[in-house]
């Protein structure tokens, strides 16, 4: 019968899916709006691209596009690779090029083609390709791939990427071809007939270049060829008879063709070494000499620069090839293509320059240069830039616009040669030569051609083969190739030859589809010949004809390397044996021509035949027909079933390779043979192949012979006949036959039985065993291999076992196992298939015989051990901590073995190195070769408690859950574990839940079931739209009243969230109502009689101006206030609330307004006001938004009186860090309007948005408005005084804490700039003194004394000097020359006017001095302890000294009265001597200021903490001034009601500062009282200060507070400067716009827990826990959240806390970095609620939860529980549906109560210990116990499960562990079902004690209905396999002897001690009484 098999039968399989294929493009382009109605320059070919002249060149072009259109398509496909995971719908790409078109388009089996991009280009297409380029990252070395597009022209490539960044390079030559590599893009340039007048005869131009990114130089390419004469050299791949025939990434290889030698070769592609480099790049050091070389060297140079002078913007190394290569491509010293004409004089000084090599290009290019670059070359021809740089000459040889050839006359050598010289390009690629074919004697020159095709192809054993197709041959050769492992070098090994007229490769059944010249269709794997193909609808031709050619076959002469001459030929291999391996036609006709076979067809014009195959995708590939149709196939797969496949992997992997191929291409043949198989019985036909291979006579086992069919006729006429229908059959076979019923194609008509009977099993087991019919044919190809591959099998059945989902195909697998088993006669192998399957192996009897000599010649695979490897009995020995040798498995094929093997070892034996080192401790790896090696007998096992003792089960728990995610395991694939296996994974998910890490990756948060977690790892943020915002925080504010229509700028304060903060009052509103601005005010006047009505009118209008002080003041604290708090919808302008002066009078509500005339307004009262409310409306974007340059320009008002309001925008753009945005051009645009506003809001924007950056072109713009910072020759510019001040103030925050010394030289001048002499600098010179002394500040800001470089500036002196005044300084450096000549005006002497200079000086001391702890220089800033020398000193000062000296000595200030007193000098505080003159007002004013500087320090140092030691200090100070202004008596005279006011309000700044964020209600009514305070002394700027500090104490809503950093305190400097403006229009001291710097102080630190569930923001429980300090011991706090948090470094653990919330702990003693990216994205953290809890706001108290019901009696609680109430406490829907479902009675339902109650108790169970997902796990354990009680169980398996739950807790409770946190199982549920267990199965002992005896004497298996009993008995008491034992336990007299011989058995004891009766009982005869042991226990 064998020869009958493995005769090469002209086997034939049949091709599926046919459909007649067009490329989709083809379609997409006819309806395409093609080149016609494009613009006019566009249709230009690209010579006319440069001079384009209209009309002239359109005619031309026209006809060129009608005429090429058609010829020139082009399309190829590839298999989908966007982003698409595995497992979603494989789809095909095509990329289609037909005239300038190019169309990307998408389409699957299942979803009709569509478009994905089309592009159309200027010029016709010459190629389109798919290219990745690898983007290098700029912090890592990792790079990233960019998918990309690229159309090549003639003229320049376009390419597009997938995220839709476009390019356009310009080519410096025409290119003949392009390929697409690993790296870039591989271009070889055309040769052309200037290449030979232009190079110097023998140094040809490198032909090859590489493109390694769009915005990189095209490079030549470095070749090393292995040559047998010039040694391994480097050069420039310049042989211009090399072509290139391929490109490949993986592995990354090049094929060349020699057109002169018509040789082959391949090159590994690869990044060039450093070395490389160098040698191509050195030049020659010998001068040339004679004049000729000279001559010729200066004339090609300069040949090459008149056509490429480079002016690219970008510089060097912007554009594409230069030919500066021209001069420098030295190929190495000794080469015949020496270039030593090349190199003139300048070529060899530039490159022995040190610095030149160390310059390599990067793609990261500036700005400009990339611009550049992004235009279309049309943009780029005056300057022949990039394009022309690499001889334009190629692609136009006429003579018009470019330089000739020969140098024109006026231009003598000297002058070509002086001419700059250009750097050589480097190159960035090398080809290095691997290998190339050996020209053999018999053919030469002529029999070689280039390839027409070249391919990788890989066959089923995974051996590679690179092929390449010569067509003028007819044939393919195909070269085996290895990837070394040392390097990444591919070694080829032999050249095979197959008779072809094309070929394609069929990459996912690793197969390649050949092509004959019969015109037939042949399927390859590898070299190796399958089958012909049968395409339905095609008649093939090798039917009639030429049948017999395929089969003439010799062995043929391999052609090798060099490297490998030794192995020449083939070895013979046994034909009848192996499909054979194709071999050339030897004989006459050695050259076939394409139509020499069919010349004989008399029907060769009537017949289709196929012309080409092209287009392979996967499986699918399009033959061309000689009619030009075109059809698309699909080979079938080698296998559709999964079990199949794992089965033919596992032979594959024992197998050797030619064994293996066998077996495959037998399969593949009989499995998809023409009218094959349906797919349900592909098993079947394995099991009858596979066991025909290894000899078997299917025929004659019975099991067998049911699964065979009758063969199909022919090939033809089957594909004809309909499939018959399979059958159906009676179940109860169905399933002892584990399978349906197949038809199997084979060489014997055999019956097809479709209804057997039972008997008739029984009746074909009768036939005696020795019976010579079931002898094994041990001629079988397999037959020697059959116990490795029983083995590889068994693997995989047990495999199979630990997947619920693949456990439905072990059945099958078992049929096949057992009978191997029983043929090999290993008894322990049948006996553990009869444990799992009882009833079905029972059904089977027969074996077959094996001659014993024959055993011996089998490759016998040394089993690792007696036993049979059983995966459950490992993990549950694992359980009981005996000894585990290790367990088995198949690299890559066990992968869930592996798994779970390595989690019991790693989190039950407590390994922790079992993942990593300890691996062979567990798992022996099994490989091919094992078949002759025995396997390490002897490993030491570790005894578990030496490992246990160091290990806390926590650590190990999370290990666990880290490997296994970083394996890929998820919870779908924890779900398909069996329940018993899961339980310790689900035990060590459970304990990790509890407290996971913070910084685990978020597929482990997924796994451990802490959806919070996951979800915080996406970045979300609050407010992503006002509709539905991202993380589901509706934003709606309330519904408002008719008076909220007016917009009032403040509706985007998230409700939600200050809800929570302050929920129970309505302060939030309040703040809104006190700083909106938009609605008239209420002006009550009450007319007295006395009165007239004009008089009446102008009294109102009055009192509206006084009120409208107020209301212009207003928006200063709004901005504050909605601080970040909206997101722009980019088509929508930005909504500015109006600022309205207009007022209402009460009784009839008659409108008042300034603008009648009645009084006098202030001429611009409203410009400043307007800008604050620009401000405030622009700082509402948040930083997160998108804003770009566009929307910016977009909201640029129409009307003029709206600048003021716009330049306010563009500030706050600037604060909050868009304004970065802006276009350059924009900014020039806005500048040069001249308008004053705009130009502050802009500077200061700019600089605040680039704070600290040192940005060069953000400080020339500041320069050209500060005169001191320009050239002292430079035109003066009249720039606006308050745009200086802006200016200066922007140097200081560009240049924030940098030490910049020059900008600090010019600062400190600044500060005393004295007046000039045209009445310049002499308004306003406080405030540009003031900006000078902060700018110098935050420039050295907190340096201290160590500023580097400026010792000689002597910084301090000089604003020691500038502060108490002195002799004025000469003037230094470079503003010496203007200030010549003093001011006409202002007579100052030569002394400093310290006036204007003081506030400035000290302020920039104290900057420089923050936090330094300088005594020496606080001691300088005290106030002065003498009554004189108080007196000249402005109270004032003494504020701002006051306030310097504090924070100098920032340590030393303390929260409490005492300290602030203490900074008042002691004259002050004494007793005092009447008799002395002192002036009382002097005294109280010092005092008050003091003591204001004192209190503002104090703020500053508790900015954002919310201490309310420093709050209640704070408190004291605003009554007690409060109440000295409500005295009207002495004290309020002498002080002054305005210097109270000012302390007051610093000091209610500084409360604010403390508090801010937190909306307290104190400072929030102090506000309120002034608000409403207006008249009298309340200016503009008293409003502007309280409004601030309302603004301040709810900052962002309540979401932001202030930071104490330096960068911060320096801002709020800035802008709480104590000098407030006197009126709106007032900036004598202090520009009005620096207070919106506070917004720079800002930071976000509220924390919002959202629930993750309902995704709503909800209460918390927060534990806060603070580092040391010197000040206080590490302190932990509790706060409830939404709150705000203290500053992060203050900080080491931010916990969430139990009970309601899973908990969530946030370390930051190691990093900060993730909790600020939660508080920048709105602070929101994701808590997940605890089933059985309420949230805080339903149950403040948490009286209502579940388990307080159950506090007092334990189980009171599932009494008391009631079903129905489920959804009070969990929202999970399973949950609340189980309980529906299964824990109420109902009609349909007629449950018993029990299992009702069992249910509900269940569920309580798992809701209140949080595992909601163990749910399942009790539902099959009570599955189990209740099957195994009715007596239906139908396979062991379940009890396998409920065995190792029960070990699990057994070990659980020998370490005595069991509390709640521990083990999943605690209730008293699993006793229960322990019990019932042990009940059941002591009861069946009792009775059929008779049947266990039989079957340990080792008698036959029962086959009844006993037999399932014994076999659960026997695995859930673990009872090893004991027939061979029993003769020992036989002896046994006592119950010692018999545990002391039972010891090795390896039976638990509790177990053991059942068997007693039967052990002890056989042994004395089976009269004893049974009964008697067992009451022993």
């Given amino acids: 019968m064998s020869e009958v098999v493995y005769e090469e039968t002209a086997t034939m399989i049949a091709a599926g899916e046919l459909q007649s294929f067009v490329p989709f493009g083809r379609e997409h382009c006819r309806n395409h709006p093609n080149a016609f109605n494009l613009q006019l320059r566009e249709l230009q070919p690209a010579s006319e691209l440069w001079s384009s002249d209209g009309a002239a060149g359109l005619v031309g072009s026209l006809q060129e596009v009608s005429l090429q259109e058609r010829e020139r398509e082009c399309w190829q496909l590839r298999k989908g690779c966007k982003g698409v995971r595995e497992e979603d719908v494989e789809f095909e790409e095509e990329l289609y090029a037909a005239g300038t078109v190019v169309v990307w388009s998408q389409g699957s089996r299942t979803q009709a083609s569509n478009v994905y991009k089309a592009f159309t280009v200027d010029s016709p297409v010459q190629q389109a390709i798919w290219c990745n380029f690898a983007v290098p990252q700029n912090k890592k070395d990792d790079e990233e791939v960019e998918q990309t597009v690229c159309i090549i022209q003639s003229s320049c490539v376009n390419v597009h990427t997938v995220t839709g960044k476009d390019f356009i390079s310009p080519l410096p030559f025409q290119v003949s071809d392009v390929w697409s590599t690993r790296f870039g893009l591989l271009l070889e340039r055309k040769n052309t007939a200037t290449d030979a007048q232009l190079s110097p005869p023998g140094e040809p131009l490198p032909t090859v270049f590489s493109m390694l990114h769009p915005l990189d130089e095209i490079a030549p390419v470095v070749c090393k060829p292995t040559g047998l004469f010039d040694g391994s050299r480097v050069q420039y791949a ?60 200066g004339f090609l140079t300069s040949h090459l620069r008149n056509i490429s002078r480079l002016d690219s913007p970008g510089g060097s190394g912007a554009t594409g090839l230069g030919p500066g290569t021209g001069p420098s491509c030295a190929v190495g010293t000794g080469s015949p293509l020496h270039y030593s004409a090349l190199h003139s004089h300048q070529s060899r000084i530039m490159t022995s320059s040190p610095g030149l090599h160390s310059r390599v290009h990067s793609p990261s290019i500036s700005n400009m240069a990339a611009l550049s670059r992004a235009h279309s070359p049309g943009m780029a021809a005056p300057s022949f830039s990039g394009a022309a740089r690499f001889n334009a000459s190629f692609h136009n040889p006429s003579p018009r616009g470019h330089h000739g050839l020969i140098p024109s006359p006026n231009s003598t050598v000297n002058e070509t040669t002086l001419m700059p010289e250009m750097e050589p390009i480097v190159p960035d690629l090398c080809m290095e030569q691997l290998w190339s074919e050996t020209v053999t004697a018999g053919c030469h020159r002529e029999m070689s051609s280039q390839a027409s095709k070249v391919f990788l192809t890989s066959d089923l054993c995974e051996n590679r083969y690179l092929c390449f197709l010569v067509e003028s041959h007819q044939q393919l050769r195909c070269v085996k190739f290895i990837e070394s492992n040392i390097t990444s070098q591919l070694i080829f090994t032999s050249v095979t030859t197959i008779p072809a007229k094309d070929a394609e490769p069929l990459q996912s059944i690793g197969a390649m589809l050949v092509l004959e010249a019969c015109g037939s269709l042949v399927l390859y794997t590898g070299i190796t010949r399958v089958s012909k193909v049968f395409v339905p609808g095609l008649l093939s031709p090798s039917f009639s004809l030429t049948n017999h050619l395929s089969h003439h076959s010799t062995p043929v002469d391999n052609v090798s390397t060099p490297a490998i001459a030794g192995s020449r030929h083939l070895q013979r291999l046994d034909e009848a044996v192996m499909p054979s391996p194709v071999s050339e036609l030897r004989g006459p006709n050695i050259k076939h ?68 191929m066998k077996v495959l291409v037998k399969w593949y043949n009989i499995y998809n043979a023409p009218g094959g198989p349906s797919s349900h019985a ?22 067998t012979r049911n699964l065979h069919f009758e063969v199909p006729l022919s090939p033809v006429i089957a594909a004809k006949k309909a499939r018959p229908s399979d059958g159906g059959s009676e179940e109860d076979l169905d399933y002892l036959l584990g399978s349906h019923y197949h038809r199997q194609m084979n060489s014997q008509p055999v019956c097809f039985n479709n209804t057997l ?109 007696e036993e049979p490897p059983c995966v459950l009995s490992w993990l549950s020995s694992c359980l009981r901590g005996e000894e585990v040798p290790p367990f088995p498995y198949l690299p890559g094929i066990c992968q869930r073995t592996r798994l779970l093997v390595l989690s019991y070892a790693l989190y039950i034996i407590g390994d922790e190195n079992a993942t990593s080192t300890d691996v062979s401790k567990y798992l022996a790896k099994l490989t091919a070769v094992l078949c002759q090696k025995s396997c390490v007998s002897e490993l030491h096992y570790r005894r578990q408690s030496s490992v246990k003792a160091n290990l806390s089960s926590e650590s190990l728990a999370e290990q666990l859950v880290v490997w296994l995610t970083s394996e890929g395991f998820t919870l779908k694939d924890l779900e398909s574990v069996p329940f018993g296996v899961a339980l310790p994974i689900r035990e060590a998910i459970y304990r990790c839940r509890e407290q996971p890490c913070s910084d685990w990756s978020e597929e482990v948060c997924l796994l451990i079931g802490r959806q919070d977690l996951t979800k915080q790892a996406h970045k979300m943020t609050l407010a992503k739209s006002k509709a539905s915002v991202g993380s589901g925080l509706s934003l709606e504010p309330p519904a408002t009243t008719e008076a909220d229509e007016e917009e009032d700028g403040m509706a985007d304060i998230i409700q939600e969230v200050t809800g929570l903060i302050w929920s129970q009052d309505l302060r939030v509103q309040e703040v809104r109502r006190l700083l909106q601005s938009s609605r008239p005010v209420r002006v009550s006047v009450v007319q007295l009689p006395e009165v007239s009505d004009h008089e009446y009118i102008e009294e109102k209008e009055n009192k509206l101006l006084q009120l409208c002080q107020r ?30 002066l207009t007022g209402r009078a009460p009784p009839r509500n008659t409108m008042v307004d300034l603008n009648s005339g009645n009084i006098d307004v202030p001429p611009n009262m409203t410009s400043w006001p307007s800008f604050h409310n620009g401000v405030a409306a622009g700082l509402k974007i948040a930083p997160a938004s998108q804003v770009d340059s566009a929307w910016i320009a977009y909201n640029k008002p129409k009307s003029p009186e709206l600048a003021n309001e716009y330049a306010g925008f563009l500030m706050a753009l600037g604060l909050n860090g868009h304004l970065t945005k802006l276009a350059t051009l924009n900014i020039h645009d806005y500048l040069t309007k001249g308008h004053e506003m705009t130009s502050i809001g802009l500077l200061l924007g700019v600089s605040s948005a680039k ?141 400093i006017n310290v006036d204007v200079t003081c506030p400035g000086a000290t302020l920039a001391l104290a900057m420089i001095y923050l936090k330094t702890n300088n005594r020496s220089i606080a001691d300088w800033l005290k106030p002065p302890d003498t009554w004189f020398l108080l007196d000249f000193i402005k109270p004032e000062f003494l504020l701002l000294r006051t306030l310097a000296r504090c924070i100098i000595m920032w340590d030393e200030i303390l929260p409490n009265t005492e300290w602030v007193k203490s900074n008042i000098p002691q004259i002050m505080r004494g007793n005092f001597d009447p008799s002395e003159d002192i002036n009382m007002e002097t005294m109280a004013q010092a005092q008050d200021y003091i003591t204001a500087g004192a209190c503002l320090a104090l703020g500053l140092r508790f900015a954002g903490s919310a201490n309310s030691d420093a709050f209640d200090c704070l408190y004291e100070f605003a009554r007690t001034f409060m109440k000295i202004m409500s005295f009207a008596g002495t004290a309020a005279v002498q002080m002054g009601y305005y210097n109270l006011q000012t302390g007051l309000s610093m000091i209610l700044l500084a409360m604010s500062m403390v508090m801010s964020g937190t909306g307290n209600l104190k400072v929030l009514q102090l506000c309120r009282f002034f608000h409403k305070r207006t008249g009298g002394e309340m200016n503009y700027g008293f409003h502007m200060a309280h409004h601030m500090a309302l603004g301040l104490l709810f900052l962002g809503g309540g979401r932001y507070t202030l930071s104490t950093s330096n960068s911060a305190i320096a801002a709020l400097l800035c802008a709480l400067y104590p000098h407030f403006p006197a009126h709106s229009t007032d900036n004598r001291y202090h520009l009005q716009a620096l207070r919106h710097l506070a917004v720079l102080a800002a930071e976000p630190r509220l924390l919002v827990p959202v629930d993750v569930d309902s995704l709503k923001p909800c209460y918390a429980l927060l534990e806060v826990t603070y580092n040391e300090t010197k000040w206080y011991n590490e302190t932990t706090v509790e706060l409830m959240a939404p709150t705000m948090l203290p500053e992060l470094h203050l900080l080491k653990r931010v916990k969430v806390k139990g009970p309601r919330y899973w908990e969530l702990t946030v370390d930051l003693s190691r990093e900060t970095q ?134 699990l807790w057994d070990s659980r409770v020998l370490r005595g562990s069991v509390n709640r946190h521990d083990a999943l199982l605690t209730s008293e549920f699993l006793p229960v079902m322990k019990n019932k267990v042990d009940v059941a199965l002591d009861s069946w002992l009792k009775e059929k004690s008779s049947v266990l005896r039989s079957y340990m004497r080792g008698e036959a298996l029962p086959k009844d209905a006993q037999s399932m009993a014994l076999a659960c008995f026997l695995v859930y008491r673990s009872v090893p396999c004991l027939r061979n034992t029993h003769t020992q336990l036989e002896s046994c007299s006592s119950l010692g002897d018999l545990l002391s011989r039972s010891s090795q058995l390896r039976i638990p004891l509790r177990d053991l001690l059942r068997l007693v009766p039967i052990l002890l009982g056989s042994a004395s005869g089976p009269q004893t009484p049974l009964g008697f042991p067992m009451q022993s226990f």
């Avoid at 490949?248 to 450093?274: E, F």
């Avoid at 287009?615 to 079990?643: H, K, Q, Y």
């Avoid at 529980?1761 to 349909?1788: H, N, Q």
């Fill in 238 to 297: 310049s042989d211009a008879t090399m072509k290139i025939v391929f490109s490949c990434c993986q592995p990354s290889v090049v094929v060349s063709y020699d057109t002169v030698q018509g040789i082959h070769s391949v090159w590994a592609l690869r990044k060039v070494t450093q070395d490389e480099r160098s040698t191509v790049l050195r030049c020659t050091a010998d001068p040339v000499g004679t004049p000729l070389g000279l001559m010729a060297s």
């Fill in 593 to 660: 021509h394409e139509g020499s076979f069919l010349e004989d067809y008399t029907f060769q014009h009537a017949t289709p035949y196929i012309n080409a195959l092209r287009d392979p995708v996967c499986n699918r590939v399009t033959l061309e027909l000689n009619s030009g149709t075109m059809l698309r196939i699909s080979i079938p797969e080698i296998a559709t079933s999964e079990l199949v496949r794992k089965c033919l992997q596992a032979i594959r992997f024992i197998l050797s390779k030619e064994a293996a």
């Fill in 682 to 703: 592909e098993w079947n036909l394995f099991v009858t192949c596979f066991m025909t291979l290894m000899g078997y006579n299917t025929e004659r086992l019975a099991w």
């Fill in 757 to 865: 009977t039972t008997e008739h099993v029984g009746l074909s087991s009768v036939s005696s065993p020795s019976s010579p019919s079931l002898k094994l044919d041990s001629s079988a190809p397999l037959f020697p291999h059959i116990p490795a591959l029983f083995y590889v099998l068994h693997l995989l059945y047990q495999e199979l076992q630990l997947d619920e989902l693949q456990r439905a195909r072990a059945s099958s697998l078992v049929c096949l196992l057992q009978q191997l088993a029983r043929d090999l006669q290993l008894e322990e192998y049948v006996d553990l298939y009869w444990r799992d399957y009882p009833s079905l192996i029972s059904g089977f009897t027969e074996s077959c015989l094996i001659d014993q000599a024959l055993i011996g010649q089998m490759q016998r695979l040394s089993f690792p051990r």
């Fill in 1111 to 1140: 209301t212009m003041a207003l928006p200063v604290g709004r901005g504050l206030f909605t601080l970040f708090s909206y997101h722009p919808v980019p088509t929508e302008p930005l909504p500015v609330p109006k600022l309205n």
């Fill in 1251 to 1391: 704070l600290g950056t040192m940005d060069m072109s953000i400080t020339r713009l500041l320069s050209i408005h500060i005169p001191a910072l320009l050239p002292p020759t430079s035109t003066e510019l009249d720039v606006p005084h308050n745009v200086q001040v802006a200016a200066v103030i922007g140097i200081g925050l560009v240049y924030q804490g940098t030490g910049h010394r020059h900008n600090a030289e010019v600062l400190l001048s600044e500060i005393g700039r004295p007046p000039g002499p045209e009445m310049e600098y002499c308004t306003d010179r406080e405030s540009y003194s003031l900006a000078a002394g902060l700018a110098l500040g935050m420039v050295c800001l907190g340096h201290g004394s160590n500023l580097i470089g400026m010792t000689d500036l002597n910084v301090p002196e000089q604003l020691y000097q500038y502060m108490v005044g002195g002799h004025r300084r000469a003037q230094a450096g470079a503003n010496r020359e203007r200030h010549k000549s003093p001011s006409y005006q202002i007579k100052e002497g030569d002394t």
């Fill in 1714 to 1847: 993730h909790l600020k990216s939660i508080l920048s994205r709105d602070g929101v953290l994701y808590v997940k609620l605890r089933a059985g809890q309420l949230p805080y706001k339903d149950d403040p108290q948490g009286w209502k939860s579940l388990l307080a019901s159950s506090v007092n009696h334990r189980n009171s609680g599932v009494r008391a529980f009631k079903p129905e109430a489920i959804s009070t406490f969990t929202s999970e829907p399973a949950l609340v549906s189980f309980a529906e479902f299964f824990c109420k009675t109902s009609d349909e339902i007629k449950h018993k109560d029990d299992s009702l109650v069992l249910f509900s108790a269940m569920l309580y169970e798992c809701v209140t210990q949080e595992c909601p997902e163990m749910l399942p796990t009790y539902i099959a354990i009570e599955q189990v116990v209740g099957a195994l009680r009715r007596g239906d169980l139908l396979q062991t398996f379940p009890l396998w499960q409920m065995r190792l739950v029960v070990d």
